[in-house]
């Protein structure tokens, strides 16, 4: 249940109340008992930072295990161009001592 932030215009008062969002809005003070109540709009706690958040988030068990997927591919993909010409060096290296 979200929490609501209220001000009394007759006395002052600011105070904060946990309703449903389908509750009717306070109207009475619990102060000084008068009906001039405003219900203000504050910052909410919840905030969302950085790109990309809801990719993760809240997307279906297959998109995620399709992203994961992808990930994995990258990486190898890396390695074997790295891991290529080590292989061309030892071929070399055979074909020298052959000739020895």
């Not at 919840?46 to 958040?53: A, C, I, P, V, Y």
């Not at 990719?55 to 992808?70: I, L, M, P, Y």
Request: hydrophobic share 25%; glycine share 4%; proline share 6%.
């Amino acid at each position: 249940m979200p929490i609501y932030e209220y001000y009394c215009n007759a006395c002052g008062h600011r105070f904060e109340q946990l309703q449903k969002a389908s509750d009717e809005p306070l109207k009475i003070c619990p102060k000084c008992q008068k009906p001039d109540l405003e219900k203000l709009i504050s910052n909410t706690s919840f905030q969302l930072k950085g790109t990309g958040w809801y990719v993760t988030d809240f997307r279906g068990k297959q998109a995620k295990a399709n992203s994961e997927v992808k990930a994995e591919t990258k990486p190898k993909a890396k390695e074997e161009k790295a891991a290529k010409p080590e292989a061309k060096e030892t071929k070399s290296k055979v074909k020298d001592e052959k000739k020895a």
